[in-house]
């Protein structure tokens, strides 16, 4: 999974279907700006993705997000088409407000098994995976991350704008009172896009400037390879990871700025994409249709469905903690998180509260809206919108342990009024995520 992070998108927006409208998160102000807020430009300007000149030529509406200018939508495509168009084609988005970095030396799995209950010693070369950076002492989620293997002692981390300030401060310290030989870099002046949909991998396999055969790269993969630019030449090399933020199958294309001249090449390759691949089988897509399409996957959005408070077991997030971890432990938290990973009616100590999905009748919830049971509060909504994809309203939230099963009937308190919901198995839409089948 890739799942990633944003701060809530504001305006409201619209939906393909009659009655109903997509995700309007609250107005964006600059009091809940900072409450995620990443590093501004000098002078506090909002700074600029390599596409910022792309987005504006294209019609992109451009919000604040993240410490940077990125485009909601874009003029010609209502935002539901931009969500249905993703899950029926291909869609390129910006991600460059993603932080890329890298952990290089001989200790640096061990640091990342320090801060992280994940397992990196043992991990296959150019294979990423979904972990989350804890707090010591409570096992709290820092920020939620996809880190790949790169190399024998390398490591890609992938952390979220919104965390920017949090992130860069935690890794530091971290790191001083590790004392082991790990050598951080943070990229600056980097592009990330991702292209996602059903019609991603015979796009890019035509944009293609190395002979890579797409189809034996599966999910959380990753390699090296040239992509074609606008004016008919080769990119230098970028990192491309089978992976995403929506459900869909899809690509992320990293283009490493304290490499490469990434600043240059990004609107060259994104330009190239959208001419190879035309404006039939692939568009632009803004935050609108990406904070949607995620909710949809199920997938969690740091600052809302989870924060430093909250423990992976709590968020439904146990299976990222392997075995041997759970045995050997020896990672931030794991005195509160591995008890939490065996029920109390086991012997564990279990969690008081569990990540849930919910369908809820009549208006859509959002986010704050209280989930009852009998008339008490049992839990609130995280995340919430209507489904382009089923034409229901569709909401996360956290619950108290006993009433998270699915098929359990609740009242989501939405504008005053009490509307029935029903907790759901998410993903809310099944995920076409292409896996490799394990030898049996």
Request: some cysteine; hydrophobic content about 35%; glycine content about 12%.
């Amino acid at each position: 999974m890739s799942f990633r992070a944003a701060t809530r998108l504001p305006g409201a927006l619209a939906s393909a279907r009659p009655r109903a409208t997509l995700c309007s998160p609250k107005q964006l102000t600059s009091k809940t700006t900072l409450r995620h807020g990443s590093e501004l430009a000098p002078g506090g300007e909002l700074k600029k993705t390599p596409l910022y000149d792309f987005h504006v030529a294209r019609g992109g509406k451009m919000v604040p997000f993240a410490g940077y200018h990125m485009p909601v939508q874009y003029a010609s495509t209502p935002l539901a088409q931009s969500h249905i168009f993703t899950r029926n084609s291909a869609s390129l988005f910006d991600v460059s407000h993603m932080v890329q970095h890298t952990l290089k030396g001989p200790a640096a799995a061990a640091f990342l098994e320090k801060v992280t209950p994940s397992a990196w010693s043992g991990m296959e070369a150019m294979q990423g995976k979904l972990t989350t950076f804890l707090w010591p002492g409570t096992g709290g989620i820092v920020d939620d991350s996809v880190i790949t293997r790169v190399g024998e002692d390398e490591y890609y981390v992938v952390t979220n704008g919104a965390c920017y300030d949090k992130d860069n401060k935690y890794l530091d310290e971290e790191l001083g009172k590790f004392g082991g030989d790990v050598q951080w870099t943070r990229m600056e002046n980097s592009g990330l896009v991702a292209l996602q949909g059903p019609k991603s991998l015979e796009i890019l396999q035509e944009v293609l400037a190395s002979d890579i055969d797409l189809s034996k790269i599966y999910f959380g993969q990753s390699f090296w390879a040239q992509l074609k630019l606008k004016d008919g030449g080769a990119s230098h090399p970028v990192l491309i990871s089978r992976a995403g933020y929506t459900g869909e199958d899809g690509f992320e294309i990293s283009l490493q700025g304290d490499k490469y001249p990434a600043l240059e090449t990004t609107p060259s390759i994104a330009e190239a994409m959208l001419d190879a691949a035309g404006p039939e089988r692939l568009a632009l897509a803004g935050l609108g249709a990406r904070d949607s399409l995620r909710l949809e996957a199920g997938m969690c959005l740091y600052g809302h469905d989870l924060d430093d408070t909250t423990t992976p077991p709590e968020a439904a997030l146990g299976w990222i903690i392997p075995p041997e971890r759970r045995k050997a432990g020896g990672f931030h938290g794991a005195e509160v998180i591995i008890p939490q990973l065996t029920p109390r009616s086991k012997g564990g100590a279990g969690v008081q509260r569990r990540r849930i999905g919910l369908v809820v009748e009549g208006a859509p919830a959002r986010e704050g809206a209280e989930i009852q049971a009998n008339g008490e509060k049992i839990g609130v909504i995280t995340s919430g919108c209507p489904s382009p994809t089923l034409g229901k309203n569709i909401a996360m939230g956290y619950v108290k342990d006993g009433q998270h099963k699915s098929g359990t009937e609740v009242d989501v308190v939405v504008r005053g009024k009490k509307r029935k919901g029903v907790v759901t198995k998410m993903p809310f839409v099944p995920s076409n995520l292409v896996r490799k089948v394990s030898a049996s």
